[in-house]
């Protein structure tokens, strides 16, 4: 567990479906899980002592509901999903609609971006200038520790000039719309500091793949 920034912790974990790294979050002001993965070094243990526990979970897309039931069963806090991926939950699971432009706990705010599927969502968080993104932006390099931004292969995309060309959109307005600093990667490390330096590159670039499958 790291933290990466003030209140802000992450963790990679192995993803037992697709078997590579992915990156979790947890906000200790409010006690806010994101597309939560249980740390495999200190397992569910470590949110015992903390001073805020697990309250809510925010998940960027439909895809990352990971080990939200383990959270849930323990500490019975909502999840909550972009509506538009509400489909995906058709085994009781308790999930709980938002809708892009909405106010979530712990002072984040859902902002659309779509492109890859409908519900692909990318958490704002003013108050730390630091902004999530789910599966539309990913970091390449060892373990997506050092890499440079880019998107999935093109395998994983329906209508690859298509998809590429809506999520630079995106980018290009949340660029235009907002003040962030900071980037927080479901796929791939943090990039703290130059966040919004390295996805105005990319943009302006033109896009590129991270990594290739």
């Known amino acids: 567990m790291q933290e990466v920034l003030p209140d802000i912790f992450h963790w990679p ?11 979790s979050y947890w906000l200790e002001d409010g006690g806010i899980l ?15 002592h903390r001073p805020t526990a ?18 849930q069963d323990i500490y019975c806090c909502p999840v909550y999903c972009n509506r538009a991926g509400l489909h995906e ?13 909405d106010s979530l706990p712990g002072g984040v705010i859902a902002q659309e971006v779509g492109g890859l599927c409908a519900d ?6 003013p108050s730390r200038r630091a902004m999530l993104f789910a599966d539309g932006v990913v ?10 931004l880019g998107f999935v292969p093109d395998v994983l995309m329906d209508d690859p000039p298509e998809t590429k060309r809506h999520l630079l959109d995106a980018f290009s307005r949340l660029l235009a719309e907002l003040e962030f600093d900071h980037l927080l990667l479901a796929h791939g ?11 105005e590159e990319f943009v302006e670039c033109g896009g590129r793949t991270a990594f290739q499958m």
């Open 34 to 48: 994101i597309d939560p993965l249980v740390p495999t070094e200190v397992g569910l243990e470590w949110f015992e």
């Open 13 to 23: 974990a192995m993803h037992p479906r697709i078997h590579m790294e992915v990156s």
């Open 120 to 125: 692909e969502t990318a958490l704002y968080l």
């Open 139 to 148: 970091r390449g390099g060892s373990q997506g520790q050092t890499g440079r």
């Open 89 to 101: 939950f058709t085994s009781g699971e308790r999930v709980v609609a938002f809708d892009p432009g």
């Open 54 to 71: 697990p309250a809510e979970i925010l998940l960027s897309n439909r895809h990352h509901y990971r080990d939200s039931a383990a959270f």
């Open 189 to 199: 490390g943090p990039v703290i500091g130059d966040g919004r330096a390295q996805l």
